[in-house]
């Protein structure tokens, strides 16, 4: 098993940060243009998608929490320091807590969850009104739905945050960090 070292990531660090990066990104977009614009064929996309990200997300907190927290390039200030923390929290958590919340929505919505087509869990169809579902436990599903509408909302001002920060310390900062992300030994 390779660790990263200062100079460089390892290959599972990389994959695991652009493979949740990419996937959250996408999933975000869908879910705004889905909500705005009522795009319901998109469901089930983004639901197996962000079933999907979950594990990976999850690997990924395991392997931080193992590997430990990468070294920090340059000498930052105090305050930038803390808000790369912040802003690296931030993620790791939301990129647990958007699929776990859509999870938890769907399934208590009556809506059950499948991925790509394979049904995991079951929905709840109301016999009295084809093509509508009974929720098994609405109060829980509207919970987890403004949880997910608020993560959402939190993860979108992370990216942007994470995003600055690594052009930051690629055009100003002249420090590595974003090199060593995409895979160079700095």
Known sequence: MTFDTEAKFSRKTLMLHWVVGITMIVLLASGVYMAENKVFALYGWHKSFGIVVFFFALWRVVWRIRNGWPSTLGDPSKLMHILAKVVHYLLLIGTIIMPLSGFVMSVMGGHGAALFGL???????????????????????GLAHQVHGLAGDALIIGVLLHVAGAYKHHLIDKDGTLRRMLGQEV
Request: proline share 17%.
């Open 119 to 141: 049904e995991l869990i079951a929905a709840n169809p109301d016999p009295a009104n084809p093509g509508k579902v009974i929720p098994l436990n609405g109060a829980l599903a």
